[in-house]
């Protein structure tokens, strides 16, 4: 069974960064693409980037570039956002996703989410 939990979430305040991370299990690691997204209050999901270790790759959606980085330690299967100069617009419950396919494919594992609140 694949199974994905996020964590490190909270109340942080507005220019700080923020790790959050993304245990995952019941499937290769490494052979998978490992997708951050994340839902503001009230707005649609966006993705914020993705991460394919197998052909050692990481994209980010345009808006996300900049401020956010993904990377992954293979030995703990987990995968990590790290989020910097957090804004009150970065508000939002941030999930992990995983898929056997390319990057630019629709997700088909999912998180629950971690609730991320940025204080101004």
């Known amino acids: 069974e694949v199974l994905l939990v996020e964590s490190g979430g909270g109340l942080v305040q507005a220019g700080r960064s923020l790790v959050l991370s993304c245990a995952t299990s019941?499937?290769?690691?490494?052979?998978?693409?490992l997708g951050w997204f994340r839902q503001a209050p009230g707005k649609e999901r966006e993705g914020v980037g993705c991460i394919k270790n197998s052909i050692n790759r990481t994209f980010y959606a345009e808006s996300m570039k900049g401020r956010f980085t993904i990377s992954s330690d293979s030995a703990k299967s987990t995968v990590f956002l790290q989020i910097h100069s957090l804004k009150p617009e970065d508000t939002a419950v941030y999930y992990c996703?995983?898929?056997?396919?390319?990057?630019?494919?629709?997700?088909?594992?999912w998180g629950k989410g971690t609730l991320v609140t940025v204080s101004s």
């Open positions: 019941g499937f290769t690691f490494d052979d998978y693409s």
């Open positions: 996703a995983a898929d056997p396919r390319y990057c630019d494919h629709d997700m088909n594992f």
